[in-house]
Each structure stands twice: as C-alpha cells, then as structure tokens.
C-alpha cells in the first residue's frame, strides 16, 4: 500500500489580497498547503520560519520591483525553490520579457517561469507541477 504523495506547500506573494483568496483557495482544492504574504517585508519574515516548496511571486507590489527582490533574496536563501513570477506589467506598461532560464541577457530575472496576469488555474497548476517534478 503506497502513502500518499505529501502536499506541496506554496508560498504565495501578492499585495493583491483578492488575488491571494483566489489563488489559495484554488491551491488549496487541488491539495496543497499555502501561505500568504502581502509585501516583502512580510514574505522575507516568513521565509526566515519557513521552507516552502515553491513560491509564487507577484513582480509590481509596494515599489515596482518588490518581486525581483524578492525573487533574488528567495535565491540566496533557497537557491534550488523553485519560483513563479506572475506580474500585470505586459497589460499595464507593454514591456514583455521572459523568465526563460537559457535567457542570458536577463540575469536580474531570477524567476524559473513567468505567468501574465489574470493566471489561468490550469496555466498555473501547469507550471507548479512541472517545477516540482523538474
């Protein structure tokens, strides 16, 4: 008889507090434990307690570059979490970019996937599972 596979425990970060509901409540349907942050001094708190599995990383919060911050101090700390980075910015300013690792010329984005907002579920649990398996 096999035991079943642990929850993966996401950390979500997003000054969205809509946003956040959202994504936790869908997270936690398809079984994985969450927490939430809404800032980064507030996620930096948390991961000084605690080891997520995967953090997902909103890019434009309190001052515009809180999730590449962010994003690097989750590196220092944790250099193999994987992290999703999902941002507004392509909808709000028309800059485009990607998190895609083999992309050298963007060392300052160190994020393993980059998702626009509105996130489809299906699109998110896409990436979680192929970061968690990877």
Do not use: Y
Request: charged letters at 25%; one cysteine or more; aromatic letters at 4%.
């Amino acid at each position: 008889m096999h035991d079943p596979p642990t929850p993966a425990t996401i950390l979500v970060v997003d000054d969205d507090v809509d946003f956040l509901a959202q994504v936790q409540v869908q997270l936690e349907g398809a079984g994985h434990r969450v927490t939430t942050a809404e800032s980064l001094a507030e996620a930096e708190a948390l991961l000084a307690s605690q080891r997520p599995d995967l953090a997902i990383v909103d890019l434009m919060m309190e001052h515009t570059d809180d999730g590449f911050v962010l994003c690097h101090k989750i590196r220092q700390r944790h250099p193999d979490m994987p992290i999703i980075l999902v941002t507004a910015v392509t909808g709000e300013t028309g800059f485009e970019f990607t998190a895609a690792p083999a992309d050298k010329a963007r060392p300052w984005i160190q994020a393993d996937a980059l998702l626009d907002k509105p996130v489809r579920f299906e699109q998110l649990t896409r990436e979680i599972d192929r970061l968690l398996k990877g």
